[in-house]
């Protein structure tokens, strides 16, 4: 089984900042990851799959890159509609979720 | 627009079977384009995808659950359905219905907004 961990678990930052959450795969996955945003009590939205290619309507604040490994996903300037978990899932091998980040406000 | 929404009991007593059913509109499960999967979440923690069923009938699953999952769809109802045996309290969750966009797409692309399934006697 792949195994998707991600960093930190919980991350504190204010309007304005550039986040980075990282998320590790045990083995490659090429480009085949994808990012959701989870608010509470709702369901998942789609950011990003195939690592990179940004899902229609998602803010352009919104990024993602890496292959094989090693994957980010980047919020060029926070924004307070963006404090959620954020969760990626590998789609290589059958299909697997990271634990998930929770953004909070600083 | 591409809209599920998951219907069935919330409650199931220990070591019975849970059965949940997707209704989609806006788009057909007999499609070939793509899959149509499950995703759980237990209360205040991750997401656990569960499985999918194809237009041809064919399934897959996460390996922890293949013993106690089965599939099905319904395409005269454009539905589709999970039945999990032998539940027991770490069941308890969130279950979503999603569309997976398949081979190589295996990306969750529209969600329903999730029914509680709680595990007790």
């Known amino acids: 089984d792949i195994q998707m961990t991600q960093s930190p678990s919980t991350l504190s930052a204010s309007v304005g900042d550039r986040v980075t959450i990282t998320c590790r795969a045990s083995?490659?996955?090429?480009?085949?990851l994808a990012w959701y945003q989870q608010k509470p009590g709702k369901a998942p939205k789609l950011l990003i799959y195939k690592a990179s290619s940004l899902e229609g309507g998602v803010p352009s604040r919104f990024s993602g890159s890496g292959s094989g490994t090693e994957f980010t996903l980047t919020i060029s300037s926070l924004q307070p509609d963006d404090f959620a978990t954020y969760y990626c899932?590998?789609?290589?091998?059958?299909?697997?979720f990271g634990q998930g980040t929770k953004v909070e406000i600083k | 627009q591409v809209q599920l929404q998951e219907s069935g009991p919330g409650l199931v007593k220990p070591s019975e079977t849970l059965s949940l059913t997707c209704t989609v509109s806006g788009d057909s499960v007999s499609s070939g384009n793509y899959y149509w999967s499950w995703i759980r979440q237990p209360p205040g923690k991750g997401l656990e995808w569960i499985g999918y069923?194809?237009?041809?009938?064919?399934?897959n699953c996460n390996p922890s659950l293949k013993s106690r999952v089965t599939f099905s769809a319904d395409t005269s109802k454009n539905q589709f359905s999970l039945k999990l045996s032998s539940v027991t309290a770490a069941d308890t969750a969130v279950y979503y219905c999603?569309?997976?966009?398949?081979?190589?797409?295996?990306?969750?692309?529209?969600w329903g907004q999730g029914t509680l399934v709680t595990v007790s006697s």
């Open positions: 999603a569309r997976d966009n398949g081979y190589r797409l295996g990306y969750f692309d529209f």
């Open positions: 083995q490659s996955i090429s480009s085949w």
């Open positions: 069923i194809q237009n041809s009938g064919s399934t």
């Open positions: 899932q590998q789609y290589n091998s059958y299909r697997t």
